[in-house]
């Protein structure tokens, strides 16, 4: 079953604009991770944000993680054209295989130049 | 730099064929997964295996086996296949870090699998 959900499923921006992803779960989790496929490939993970964590960075990219509303955003500052791409949160649950991710459905992110 | 490789970027495959999906990793990952990908469904956990000769089913095991005879290598059969296993099928790989979870997988470019 899915346990993250991306939120919207597609967002178009112009390129310098700032682009925000959310991602709801249902189960209490160890980790959150933020993962980018570009068309046709294999995922690149991007960012990882642990439960005691409430924001991370990390170059043009800003996680927040609010575990009472299990909910997390991805912002991406400034975008550029190669930042279009899908982009997808995965969770482990705590108490469960800690390597095991759960993905959810994507967000599909265009950069118009 | 940490690589996953998979056999075929693209198959075509006949209904009732035996089919075999290879994957090779070269970071003495522990830990390494099959996922098949579809359009509005998102990424779904067919097995993994978290040492040589262990797996445990993911989501969607039915249909599929897998075979992990060595540590580097993890192979994903279609004993019979059937138009329903199109899809996109991605590899990928993690080590145990802490023991808190959060292992990050690494993944391969993906086999584009099409069964007429």
């Known amino acids: 079953s899915q346990q993250g959900e991306e939120d919207p499923q597609a967002l178009s921006i112009q390129e310098g604009e700032n682009a925000t992803m959310n991602c709801s779960y249902k189960t209490s989790i160890n980790n959150l991770q933020w993962y980018r496929q570009n068309s046709g490939r294999g995922l690149v993970h991007l960012i990882l944000?642990?439960?005691?964590?409430r924001e991370k960075h990390s170059g043009r990219l800003r996680v927040t993680l609010d575990t009472s509303k299990k909910s997390s955003s991805l912002l991406i500052t400034a975008s550029r054209a190669a930042d279009t791409a899908s982009y997808f949160c995965?969770?482990?649950?705590?108490?469960?295989?800690?390597?095991?991710?759960?993905f959810g459905k994507g967000t599909l992110l265009t950069v118009n130049p | 730099d940490v690589k996953v490789t998979q056999s075929s970027r693209y198959l075509v495959k006949r209904t009732g064929e035996k089919v075999f999906l290879e994957c090779v990793q070269d970071m003495d990952h522990e830990n390494m997964f099959w996922y098949r990908q579809d359009p509005g469904l998102g990424l779904r956990l067919i097995y993994f295996s978290y040492d040589v000769k262990m797996k445990e089913k993911g989501d969607i095991p039915e249909g599929y086996s897998v075979s992990r005879e060595k540590k580097e290598r993890f192979s994903l059969i279609l004993e019979s296949a059937s138009t329903n296993q199109t899809s996109m099928y991605l590899c990928?790989?993690?080590?145990?870090?802490?023991?808190?979870?959060?292992?990050?997988?690494?993944f391969g470019p993906g086999t584009r699998l099409t069964v007429l």
């Open positions: 944000i642990r439960s005691n964590e």
């Open positions: 990928a790989s993690s080590t145990w870090t802490s023991g808190i979870g959060g292992d990050t997988q690494y």
């Open positions: 995965a969770t482990d649950r705590s108490g469960g295989s800690n390597y095991k991710l759960t």
